[in-house]
């Protein structure tokens, strides 16, 4: 838990993965849908989507679905956040009101997340001036973060919509704040959104580019790819309008990957747009994917796109339905699928290659 709030999902992953993964024997300690959200917002933070929505369902469960009370609440922000990260945005603003609705007042942490589930999602939507209502909901008038750390993971988002909306200056009083807040203090994730909201508000080309580069070089390879594609995204979109194009190339292509591979599809979107205007066209998934696979990987791609229940997978290749789970959960980021029934897109090549 510690590690989850010092910034450290992967740490946190590492040491809760043991007690809280749903797919092994459960502990105890699993009963608690608080720690099973704390990991599962621990997965999401390290690109690994899928598992987060099994450790948010299995959350959910524990804490009664149709429960209102704060045990269901936390999971249900988790859903929110994935499911506007996904550009589910109607089922992201169901699961946030819903999670809203059986949180106490004083719960900051939950009432935060669930402000930037909302303001993901009318990002997703294009709604951006709603977007950023939702965003600077998440800091007082003054620029005083709600909730003391989680708060800040909306900066870059904040000024995204900032910078779309005309509220620059109000945005740029609420970053100088958090700077001031958290000089001496910064985790490297938010070194990374901080650079990032500072590149997305700065007035000049040549400002907006040392932030993103700073923000981009300061933060570990492989570490929050999420926020770590959107500084390549937003980066990337500077550069092609001041017709640096070639470089554009490169900070749009780094961003669209990791965007398909998480299933990020509005982000994405953005991204293929940005690149067909830098001129390249970027194409949906490719055959080459499924070279990835091994033979097994693909006999489960062909059966999970035709339909197949897990069950009925392991039956059909004598293989228990929790293997046959843990392959799903490493085929999707290699085919940059979020889900099976994306699959369908590829049981023809994968009955093909079989």
């Excluded at 990991?39 to 450790?55: D, I, K, N, S």
């Excluded at 997703?124 to 620029?143: I, K, P, V």
């Excluded at 594609?229 to 669209?256: D, F, K, N, P, V």
């Excluded at 994306?342 to 009955?351: I, K, P, R, S, V």
Aim: net charge neutral; with cysteine; hydrophobic share 40%.
């Amino acid at each position: 838990m510690t590690a989850a709030f010092a910034d450290l999902p992967e740490a946190a992953a590492e040491l809760l993965a043991p007690l809280l993964d749903p797919e092994r024997e459960p502990a105890p300690v699993s009963g608690n849908s608080a720690f099973l959200t704390t990991y599962g917002f621990a997965c999401l933070e390290t690109g690994r989507w899928q598992q987060a929505e099994l450790v948010a369902g299995h959350a959910a469960r524990i804490g009664g679905e149709r429960d209102q009370g704060p045990s269901a609440a936390p999971a249900r922000a988790l859903r929110a956040t994935l499911a506007a990260l996904r550009g589910q945005a109607g089922r992201a603003r169901a699961l946030a009101h819903q999670s809203l609705a059986g949180t106490d007042p004083q719960n900051r942490l939950v009432i935060v997340r669930c402000g930037r589930a909302l303001g993901l999602a009318a990002t997703a939507e294009g709604s951006h001036e709603a977007a950023y209502n939702h965003f600077r909901h998440l800091f007082t008038g003054g620029g005083e973060p709600v909730h003391d750390h989680h708060s800040y993971h909306a900066l870059a988002d904040l000024a995204g919509a900032a910078a779309l909306t005309g509220h620059v200056e109000d945005a740029v009083r609420v970053i100088d704040a958090a700077a001031g807040d958290l000089a001496g203090r910064s985790t490297e994730r938010l070194t990374l959104l901080l650079g990032t909201a500072r590149g997305l508000l700065a007035t000049s080309d040549e400002d907006a580019s040392r932030h993103f580069e700073a923000a981009i070089d300061g933060c570990p390879p492989g570490q929050w790819p999420f926020e770590r594609a959107r500084a390549h995204l937003e980066h990337g979109q500077r550069l092609r309008r001041r017709y640096r194009t070639r470089r554009a190339r490169e900070e749009l292509s780094a961003a669209l990957d990791v965007f398909e591979r998480l299933g990020a599809r509005p982000w994405a979107e953005r991204a293929r747009i940005e690149l067909r205007a830098a001129g390249l066209r970027p194409g949906g998934p490719e055959r080459s994917r499924l070279d990835l696979l091994t033979a097994q990987e693909l006999q489960i791609v062909r059966l999970a796109g035709q339909g197949l229940t897990n069950k009925e997978i392991g039956e059909r290749l004598f293989l228990s339905h929790r293997t046959v789970s843990s392959h799903l959960y490493r085929i999707f980021p290699k085919l940059g699928v979020s889900n099976r029934a994306q699959l369908h897109a590829f049981a023809d090549d994968g009955d093909a290659a079989g």
